[in-house]
Every structure is written in structure tokens, then in C-alpha cells.
T-cell receptor, first 111, second 118 residues
Framework: TQLLEQSPQFLSIQEGENLTVYCNSSSVFSSLQWYRQEPGEGPVLLVTVVTGGEVKKLKRLTFQFGDARKDSSLHITAAQPGDTGLYLCAGAEEDGNKLVFGAGTILRVKS | GAVVSQHPSRVICKSGTSVKIECRSLDFQATTMFWYRQFPKQSLMLMATSNEGSKATYEQGVEKDKFLINHASLTLSTLTVTSAHPEDSSFYIC??????????????FGDGTRLSIL
């Protein structure tokens, strides 16, 4: 079974600061997805990255997929309280069926 | 809008009760659905993969007789927690994956079911 290490586990920052969340693995994934989850709700898909080296931007969020498709990062610029939540990375195994989830990053943005 | 509907959103019941949770894909067909369990402030743990028209595939350590999965149609999968006990209390989440040709389709998640066994 492939493993996906996500860091940091917890992040508490002030409004306006920047942050980066990392997901790393020794295995190759066919794609990688980032989700955001609020308490009591299911994860909501933010982005899917498929190609090695791919960079996608979603407003203040920048997602990067490593060249070797083994790692990914999420960078948030000028964080806002509304960004607070649990961020999850999930890699699709080579057969494309199951997702391997990272441990998650709990982000708290204080105003 | 939501593409995967999960019902009920919350269940509170006595120990020994069996509880059924439904997962529906609303505007697409899903030959494969997934059931996860999530503990507070932790990530999702895959319990089983539900395959339409065939038996579910369970992850290691998940009791198939305890967590019964039925995927009778392309839009509905059900998870039944049989004879639930307090240790089964958790947040259960389903997901479904659209199937279109060879495109890489992400999983879309339901809103989860909070199960509390007294």
C-alpha cells in the first residue's frame, strides 16, 4: 500500500500570512487531489493535478505536482479566516481506483 | 451543487441496533463507490470499495460481517453497521467516482453520517 506523508499536521497563523502544506511519498501517483473539509461535512474537492510539474492556481491557492509525481504542495497567499479547515491531499494509485489520503493539515487562521 | 448525497446525516441509537447508511450519486452513474471512516481531527480511512453488481472489497482489518455493503444499482450503495456498539461511533463518509472513458475522474464525497451509539 502506498503512503502519503502530509505536513504540517497543525498550523495556526494570523490573517494575511502565507503558508505551505506538503505531501510526500516514495511512490508514484497517477494523480493527486486536494480537498478541504469543514467539521461535520464531507471533503470538498479543490483541485486535481495529473501531470508531473503541473501548477494550478485557484484564487489565492497554488497547487504544485512534483516532476516525478511523488509529491505535491499547496500554497495559500494572504490567508483569511475563511480558509480555516482541514486540508487533505489524496493520491490516486496507479490503477486509478483507490485514493491514499495524507494525515491532513488542520489550518486555523486568526483575525 | 452536491453530486453525492448521503443519508442520514446523523444517527443516535442504542447498542445492538443495526444502522443503514445510504449513498447516492445524484447526476451520474458510479460503478464504484467508497466507504470511509473518520475519527475527530484525523484523516479518512478507507473501509471498503463498493462495486456495482458484485461483492465489496474490504480493507485489511475491516470486518465484512460487521459492515455490510450493498451496491445494487449504479447510483446507490448502502452501508449497514450490524449490531452497533459504542466503539462503532464515528463519522462515516462515502464517495463516488464518475466513470467517463479514460479521463481521470476525482472522487466526490457525501456530507457524511455522524453515528453515535449509546
Amino acid at each position: 500500500t502506498q503512503l502519503l506523508e502530509q505536513s504540517p499536521q497543525f498550523l495556526s497563523i494570523q490573517e494575511g500570512e502565507n503558508l505551505t502544506v506538503y505531501c510526500n511519498s516514495s511512490s508514484v501517483f497517477s494523480s493527486l487531489q486536494w480537498y478541504r473539509q469543514e467539521p461535520g461535512e464531507g471533503p470538498v474537492l479543490l483541485v486535481t493535478v495529473v501531470t508531473g510539474g503541473e501548477v494550478k492556481k485557484l484564487k489565492r491557492l497554488t497547487f504544485q505536482f512534483g516532476d516525478a509525481r511523488k509529491d505535491s504542495s499547496l500554497h495559500i497567499t494572504a490567508a483569511q479566516p475563511g480558509d480555516t479547515g482541514l486540508y487533505l491531499c489524496a493520491g490516486a494509485e496507479e490503477d486509478g481506483n483507490k485514493l491514499v489520503f495524507g494525515a491532513g493539515t488542520i489550518l486555523r487562521v486568526k483575525s | 451543487g452536491a453530486v453525492v448525497s448521503q443519508h442520514p446525516s446523523r444517527v443516535i441509537c442504542k447498542s445492538g441496533t443495526s444502522v443503514k447508511i445510504e449513498c447516492r450519486s445524484l447526476d451520474f452513474q458510479a460503478t464504484t463507490m467508497f466507504w470511509y471512516r473518520q475519527f475527530p481531527k484525523q484523516s479518512l480511512m478507507l473501509m471498503a470499495t463498493s462495486n456495482e453488481g458484485s461483492k465489496a472489497t474490504y480493507e485489511q482489518g475491516v470486518e465484512k460481517d460487521k459492515f455490510l455493503i450493498n451496491h445494487a444499482s449504479l447510483t446507490l450503495s448502502t452501508l449497514t453497521v450490524t449490531s452497533a456498539h459504542p466503539e462503532d461511533s464515528s463519522f462515516y463518509i462515502c464517495s463516488a467516482r464518475k466513470v467517463f472513458g479514460t479521463d481521470d475522474q476525482p472522487q466526490h464525497f457525501g456530507d457524511g453520517t455522524r453515528l453515535s451509539i449509546l
